[in-house]
């Protein structure tokens, strides 16, 4: 019985070639962007799983602002966990960031910018990362060894093992490090890296100059509240409780990733965002609504073309379960099909998806299998919940009539092609938006110069070490100067000046003296000598720093502000106020300017409280103004610079422009992602449309042959045809523009500078998807209009 299921299912599948067509790239379509963002979302929600103890590990934070930020403690706080019968175990991890340029390999004449960790012998007590090579026991208790990520390892030394081999690498000192391991590295880590350093010794020459975060890991006896009571009560801490209102904090690990405090947590390499994860999975509801719906279409329409041969095998004694099977095999043959053909498309799709995504997602093949089979089941299952009811529910005097009936309206149809239009629509509309909230962004005057402006770190502290090698020590230190002058004499280059990035201001605890404001976290930059000229800054008071003092360019104790920080601590007269901060060396601070404020940090926020610094540390990065017209000139003068002062480094730089459009990332990932699935969505309510429409022609060839006869044109009964399908799409067009409008009137509300939600925008989708619609229709229903009414007469 089973293989005669098997074959009648074939020949009708076979027989019904464009419902085939239509139902399996809706499924195909439908189930790999659902498979994708499913495995995507579990990536996500998995994050930091791999390790055993997540739940129970702790990290130590604190704050002296109320509203500030929670971050490292001050650098004289350091706690003896040990003591403390409720902790297991403790490490500590600093890093050293890519962004800053703070770990440099040097390996085969080039040079890499590197993301590390230092972390202390008891790192893998902690957290369960697994080794490539190497042994977890005795890895981290040699300051001189280093371990690599598996990714790193791969770009340094293809496949090869690496153990034992030697690497230069920079960070506060020059030093040669023995490899030792390779870690495993999961995609659903918070923690990455391409070094992970041992803490050196006190005696140690290796100096990497970070602080760390204190992980601690406790057992059942641990509660929040008393062990935080009970370390105010040290002696290194209640005097900066006193003193500064300091608060202390145990935050749980495990809540990190998607906790929204105002948390700074260095040694994460990425944050969650419940944001996007919630727009993601609207898009995939969306995504399996729309299939979903196509698919019923498509077997509705087949099971109407089925009328006659079900009728007749009623008559002739099948049962309403004999018809359902048939039709269940039916269905298992297209599942079987999209199953092996959606596992291949994942595969060799999985690459792109990762590259969009900017994850590394491998899942195995069961994994693959488990995901794609459990969507195409829900999916057909959500799908084939009413034809297969209208299959059990119709009679024999039903399937009669439907054969003299076969012509009814399609109104249920076009219902269901309504629903599908509403929610693509909705998402070209969204997807317009966001893009036109990302271009805002990408081209808002950030109130300083950034265009054609070149960093590039000249040279790094000379090594620790310098009495075994006093000579290099000295040439390093005279490299600054040499710099300087080479640059000055660089006709291609307009200006230059040291310092921080304008978009990465580090907080400093700081408050007014006149003000009765505690400490609040407030945002600095270290600037060097010509840095308001390369930028552009607008100095609106006072005066600039001076410039001309030969050893020390500028006062230690002279700092200036930008608008919003004078507008905060309430400054009458600059010339009358001191800025106080906890540091013991740098008591107080004489104001002698404000700049007009300028955006520092992404541009969900206005410009926010700003101090600006005379100190420069001189191997900081340097800012460098090319002539617009000359870049690839300038570049090549700055590489041989580069090269005299760095033999052995490969010249690396990075323009602010490109930084600044990367403080973006999350926002260009969500067009991305809007952008492609919108499309998938708009294609899957065309191959409806389509099937819809070609259903429609058919039934009606004698009233087009008609027609015909009776002196109808072609354009009239295209027309015809037509504006029915218009008019749908339409509707769909007006129930969507609200939901959309209302979409994004909410997500715009988390940034600070919104774009206009234009008229223009709803437009433009309505106008995309009537065309998209009409060209979909119009090449059935003009070889409708074209057939000869004679032959289309004859065959009716």
């Given amino acids: 019985m089973i293989k005669y299921y098997v074959r009648i299912a074939i020949r009708n599948l076979i027989k019904h070639k464009v419902i085939l067509v239509s139902s399996m790239l809706t499924l195909c379509l439908g189930t790999l962007c659902t498979s994708l963002l499913l495995s995507y979302i579990y990536n996500e929600l998995t994050t930091d799983g791999f390790h055993k103890n997540k739940k129970q590990i702790y990290f130590e934070v604190f704050r002296s602002d109320p509203d500030g930020v929670w971050t490292n403690p001050p650098p004289a706080i350091d706690i003896d966990y040990n003591s403390y019968p409720e902790v297991e175990a403790v490490t500590s991890v600093a890093k050293l960031d890519k962004k800053y340029k703070s770990a440099t390999v040097y390996h085969n004449n080039e040079s890499y910018y590197t993301d590390g960790i230092v972390a202390d012998t008891t790192f893998f007590k902690v957290f369960d990362f697994d080794l490539k090579y190497g042994d977890k026991k005795s890895i981290l208790y040699n300051p001189y060894h280093v371990v690599l990520s598996e990714a790193f390892a791969k770009v340094l030394f293809g496949n090869k093992n690496p153990i034992g081999e030697k690497l230069k690498i920079t960070t506060g000192s020059e030093i040669f490090y023995t490899v030792k391991g390779v870690i495993k590295i999961p995609s659903n880590s918070s923690i990455t890296f391409d070094l992970l350093f041992p803490k050196p010794t006190e005696n140690s020459v290796i100096k990497h100059g970070q602080l760390g975060m204190k992980f601690i890991l406790i057992n059942d006896s641990f509660k929040k509240s008393e062990f935080i009571e009970k370390v105010k009560q040290l002696k290194i801490i209640s005097p900066y409780i006193k003193e500064y209102g300091l608060q202390v904090n145990y935050l749980p690990f495990d809540a990190l990733y998607y906790n929204n405090m105002p948390i700074r947590a260095d040694v994460l390499s990425r944050r969650g965002d419940t944001k996007t994860l919630k727009i993601v999975f609207a898009i995939i509801l969306v995504i399996i609504v729309i299939s979903a719906l196509n698919f019923s279409n498509a077997q509705i329409i087949n099971i109407n073309n089925s009328i006659k041969y079900n009728a007749l095998l009623t008559i002739n004694g099948a049962k309403k379960s004999h018809i359902l099977y048939q039709k269940l095999v039916e269905y298992a043959i297209l599942y079987t099909i999209g199953l092996l053909f959606v596992t291949i498309c994942y595969r060799l799709v999985l690459p792109e998806f990762n590259a969009l995504m900017k994850i590394e997602l491998q899942p195995s093949n069961l994994v693959v299998f488990t995901i794609i089979g459990c969507t195409l089941i829900f999916m057909m299952f959500l799908a084939l919940i ?411």
């Avoid at 270290?526 to 930028?535: D, P, Q």
């Fill in 386 to 796: 009413y034809p297969l009811l209208v299959i059990y529910k119709r009679t024999v005097v039903t399937n009669i009539k439907s054969i003299v009936n076969v012509n009814g309206n399609l109104t249920t149809r076009k219902a269901i092609l309504v629903i599908q239009y509403v929610l693509a629509i909705t998402l070209l509309i969204t997807s317009i938006l966001v893009s036109k909230q990302l271009h805002l962004m990408l081209n808002k005057d950030l109130g300083f110069d950034c265009k054609d402006i070149v960093r590039i770190k000249f040279y790094n502290k000379p090594t620790f070490n310098y009495k075994n090698d006093e000579e290099q020590y000295n040439l390093k230190k005279q490299l600054p100067e040499l710099i300087k002058n080479k640059l000055a004499e660089i006709p291609l280059v307009v200006g230059f000046s040291q310092g921080k990035s304008p978009i990465m201001p580090i907080p400093l605890p700081l408050r007014s003296k006149n003000s009765n404001k505690e400490f609040h976290e407030i945002n600095f930059l270290s600037v060097g000598a010509n840095y308001k000229s390369v930028f552009g800054l607008t100095l609106i008071e006072g005066q600039w720093f001076n410039n001309n003092a030969t050893n020390n360019i500028f006062s230690k104790n002279e700092i200036i502000v930008n608008e919003a920080a004078k507008t905060f601590w309430k400054i009458k007269d600059i010339n009358a106020d001191i800025i106080l901060t906890p540091n013991e060396n740098f008591k107080g601070y004489k104001i002698i300017g404000v700049v007009k404020n300028f955006n520092s940090e992404h541009l969900s926020s206005k410009p926010k409280p700003l101090v600006l610094f005379p100190s420069v540390d001189w191997n900081a990065d340097c800012f460098i103004k090319l002539q617009t017209n000359r870049i690839n000139d300038g570049l090549q003068t700055l590489e041989a610079l580069f090269k005299k002062a760095n033999p052995e480094g490969s010249f690396k730089y990075t323009f602010l422009s490109d930084e600044i459009i990367a403080l973006y990332k999350k926002e260009k990932d969500l067009r991305s992602i809007f952008v492609i699935f919108t499309g998938i969505a708009l294609l899957i309510s065309a191959i409806g449309l389509f099937t819809i429409a070609l259903y429609d022609t058919q039934r009606r060839t004698k009233e087009i042959g008609i027609r015909k006869v009776n002196g109808a044109t072609i354009n009239e009964i295209m027309l015809m045809l037509n504006k029915d399908f218009v008019k749908w799409v339409g509707i769909a067009f007006i129930i969507a523009c609200p939901i959309a409008y209302y979409a994004m009137n909410k997500w715009l509300e988390n940034f600070a500078y919104k774009t206009v939600l234009s008229w223009w925008v709803f437009a433009l989708a309505g106008v995309f998807t009537l065309v998209i619609a009409l060209l979909t229709v119009s090449w059935q229903t003009y070889r409708a209009a074209t057939r000869d009414p004679v032959e289309s007469l004859r065959d009716e």
